[in-house]
């Protein structure tokens, strides 16, 4: 039966909130009024903008491409959706990545695909082309991955997606990468929508710059693919509300300053979980040279027992890895204050002991 909800989101909006929240996978949110906006910056006029040209143009002048290649959608959920939808029919295999993020697969699933997975591989969790190869079949339409890798933070580097988009095109298929974590990534990384048009990305302005409630997403495509996608769009919600449009225009105009201190934060966190899992017996993590988010492994014990412990006794969250496909794993976000990641280790150390 096709998927008609995705698991993981239910259980993460559903989950009481705690003090230390380790579950979250992005920065601290930003405050936009520290802009000096006027109510009149927002056009409270009541209508609608067809297709918003000038946030269009925004998105496509930070990822180097023509405006006819981007379409806006209501954050990266429905970007991979309207991607998923343009892409994919009843009947046809979509390959996806395992560790990977739930609500793709379940996406696909609703699109009425068949959904298969290949492994990344341990201990980095990188790519492996030779399994992808393996698990193509005649029926594969599309390989689906995030990049930077939701939850283990692994990049993908450019010459493996070029070996991966040549793969696909001998398979008569697409690559649907989600690229909504690609900019917390050390060294800088272009989109891989500019290496082929084998590529569809999706990304958003929330996870790496803490702007979540604006629901700016968007999806990078060849132009035939893109206007295909504008009348799904279309389909399900017309258009975009325009005042998060705006919103969204003045947050991409100065994007350098939302954005400022995070680079910094996010190393510091980075080595401080490094320094606590050395010190962890019953963890087992290799380190990415960038991201938001960690993958540890729980060598001995249950997982979701030990997510309920921090629950029931610290006030802490963590998010189990059977959401991800690794039930003995769970994901810890490193992009919070660095107080608030300091007090919440402390606990998930007192829990493991």
């Known amino acids: 039966m096709r998927a008609l909800q995705s698991e993981y989101m239910y259980w993460a909006k559903n989950q009481v909130p705690v003090r230390f929240n380790l579950a979250s996978s992005e920065v601290p949110h930003v405050r936009l009024d520290r802009f000096g906006i006027d109510i009149a910056d927002l056009e409270i006029d009541g209508a609608s903008r067809y297709r918003y040209p000038p946030l269009r143009a925004a998105i496509a002048r930070k990822i180097g491409v023509g405006l006819e290649r981007i379409v806006m959608a209501d954050g990266a959920s429905m970007a991979n959706m309207l991607a998923l939808s343009a892409l994919v029919a009843p009947g046809d295999e979509v390959l996806i990545e395992r560790p990977g993020y739930e609500p793709i697969s379940a996406a696909a699933s609703f699109c009425g695909a068949r959904v298969r ?3 990344r591989v341990t201990p980095d ?4 082309l030779e399994a992808v190869e393996r698990a193509l079949t005649p ?11 939701n939850p283990t933070s692994n990049c993908t580097d450019e010459a493996s997606l070029r070996a991966l988009g040549e793969l ?3 398979n008569n298929a697409r690559v649907l990468i989600d690229e909504i974590f690609l900019d917390s990534a050390v060294e800088a990384q272009g989109s891989a929508a500019l290496l082929s048009d084998i590529f569809v990305c999706t990304g958003s302005l929330t996870k790496v710059y803490g702007l979540s409630g604006l629901r700016c997403g968007w999806i990078v495509a060849a132009p035939d693919l893109a206007e295909r996608m504008w009348r799904l769009n279309e389909l399900f919600g017309v258009a975009q509300a325009h005042a998060t449009e705006r919103l969204a225009l003045i947050a991409l105009e100065r994007l350098d300053e939302v954005a400022a201190g995070n680079t ?3 190393a510091h966190n980075r080595a401080l979980f490094a320094r606590f899992v050395a010190d962890q017996s019953k963890l087992e993590w290799v380190s990415q040279p960038g991201g938001i988010t960690a993958f540890p492994r729980l060598i001995a014990g249950d997982v979701d027992a030990l997510h309920g412990l921090l629950r029931e006794r610290y006030d802490t969250a963590i998010v189990p890895g059977r959401f991800f496909g690794c039930a003995d794993r769970f994901r810890i976000g490193l992009g919070g ?5 300091e007090a919440g280790l402390e606990r998930l150390g007192t829990a493991l002991a």
């Not at 969790?125 to 492996?128: G, K, N, P, Q």
């Not at 204050?337 to 990641?341: F, G, I, P, V």
């Open 139 to 149: 029926k594969t339409r599309l390989i689906a991955l995030t990049n930077l890798n």
């Open 337 to 341: 204050a660095t107080a608030d990641l």
């Open 264 to 266: 910094a934060r996010l």
């Open 125 to 128: 969790f990188r790519v492996d």
């Open 117 to 119: 997975h290949f492994d």
């Open 168 to 170: 696909a095109g001998r």
